[in-house]
């Protein structure tokens, strides 16, 4: 009886830890999208005191340059959380991105700007697939889902305050650089407390020899559902990236609206559905999994249906108000589609390889999203309708649909 209620307690605090550790890790998260969703609040502060950004495609090249190096690196970043103290790679990155994001407040050219931007993808490379493989190594089949979910809802809420950056933009007082020099001090500051209270955890039951940079490029781009999945997480990003870094603009010039409520109005509401649906689509795939190893391949399909009428209809807006309805279709889809792409990588990459396969569709994801941040640019300086622009992003979330529903689970992975 002693011994029953010892494991029965045991088990009690590692589950609580687990939780705690998603809790340490809300914060970090919500900097790292802080720290990017200033940008696109801030856009006209921003070049109108650095002249010499000058154009919308330059200012795309802006937002390019911090997804190029973070997705080049971002394989690199994975691997290493998969050789070496996960723990030490998320605090250390936090450390370094917080206190570039504090220089970013003293750039003075769009060099200067770019540089800060290329560093800061370096240092933020390394946290994404290093933070989600240590909650899934926490949290395994029954809490996975949500586990993740909860921890994206600290990106949504990054989002959100980022948004608000708009206003302390434009307050005579305050201004952008105030806006980058604080959150960077943040970071650095947040960063000593999380090195101490995280922990790693003992390795998975399926971690065997950790095979070479080669090998481990090998194994995943042999493996058709990983193949399948870097495509499913890169087609809808591109929308999102555009969603996330140019919405502000379109949505204050397009209805006339100020830098502070343009900004708001363009995270606002969209984060908030996103939130929720991160904590509904883990929830919901958490139980469907009881009933079929596919379930949360069903519940991201269903997220991503929901993208369709979104950014079909986002293009043709004719008020604010059908736009941010919009908007939220889109953040609730967005929220199921998130919370699941870690989960569902576990089902088709072993535990030693889980790291660097998101690192490698965080390459290939973001390495688009750059690229569609530089094109909606160049094509809005080239009055390319909205409507066209959001249409064929509309048929991508058609054809994502049709992909997530090929990937097999595989029967040697434990869910």
Not at 121 to 150: C, K, N, Q
Not at 151 to 167: D, K, N, P
Not at 265 to 274: E, K, R, T
Not at 400 to 405: A, M, Q
């Amino acid at each position: 009886m002693g011994r029953s209620d010892s494991s029965t307690s045991s088990a009690g605090h590692a589950t609580a830890y687990a939780w705690f550790v998603v809790a340490l890790l809300v914060p970090v998260v919500m900097l790292n999208y802080l720290d990017r969703q200033m940008l696109a609040a801030m856009k006209s502060s921003m070049m109108g005191d650095i002249p010499d950004i000058a154009t919308r495609a330059n200012w795309g090249i802006v937002l390019g340059s911090f997804k190029w190096v973070y997705a080049l690196l971002s394989p690199v970043g994975g691997y290493i959380a998969d050789r070496i103290s996960r723990r030490h790679v998320i605090a250390l990155s936090l450390c370094i991105w917080s206190a570039v994001t504090w220089a970013t407040g003293h750039a003075t050219s769009f060099q200067q700007l770019i540089a800060a931007r290329a560093i800061m993808g370096i240092s933020e490379a390394f946290y994404i697939p290093a933070a989600l493989a240590l909650i899934t190594d926490y949290h395994t089949g029954p809490t996975r889902s949500r586990a993740v979910g909860v921890h994206q809802m600290g990106l949504y809420v990054g989002i959100i305050i980022g948004g608000f950056a708009g206003y302390v933009a434009d307050e005579p007082s305050l201004g952008w650089r105030f806006a980058f020099s604080i959150c960077g001090i943040v970071g650095v500051l947040y960063a000593v407390p999380l090195f101490a209270l995280v922990r790693n955890p003992a390795r998975g039951p399926d971690a065997g020899p950790k095979p070479s940079p080669l090998g481990a490029a090998r194994e995943l781009l042999g493996n058709p559902g990983f193949i399948l999945l870097v495509l499913y997480f890169t087609l809808p990003a591109i929308a999102g990236w555009v969603v996330k870094d140019w919405m502000p603009d379109i949505l204050k010039e397009r209805f006339a609206l100020g830098q502070g409520k343009a900004g708001v109005s363009a995270v606002l509401y969209v984060q908030i559905a996103s939130l929720v649906g991160a904590v509904l689509g883990g929830w919901l795939a958490d139980r469907l999994m009881r009933k079929t190893v596919r379930g949360r391949i069903f519940v991201s399909a269903l997220g991503m249906t929901f993208f369709l009428p979104a950014l079909y209809g986002i293009g043709g807006a004719g008020t604010l108000g059908v736009a941010i309805g919009l908007l939220i279709l889109f953040g609730l889809g967005w929220g199921f589609f998130d919370c699941n792409n870690m989960p569902i990588l576990c089902q088709v990459a072993r535990h030693d390889l889980r790291a660097t396969g998101y690192g490698f569709m965080n390459m290939v994801s973001i390495s688009c999203g750059g690229f569609a941040d530089w094109g909606f640019g160049a094509l809005r300086d080239h009055h390319v309708p909205l409507h066209v622009i959001f249409g064929a992003f509309a048929g991508l979330a058609l054809i994502s649909v049709f992909i997530i529903l090929l990937v097999k689970p595989r029967a040697d992975i434990p869910t």
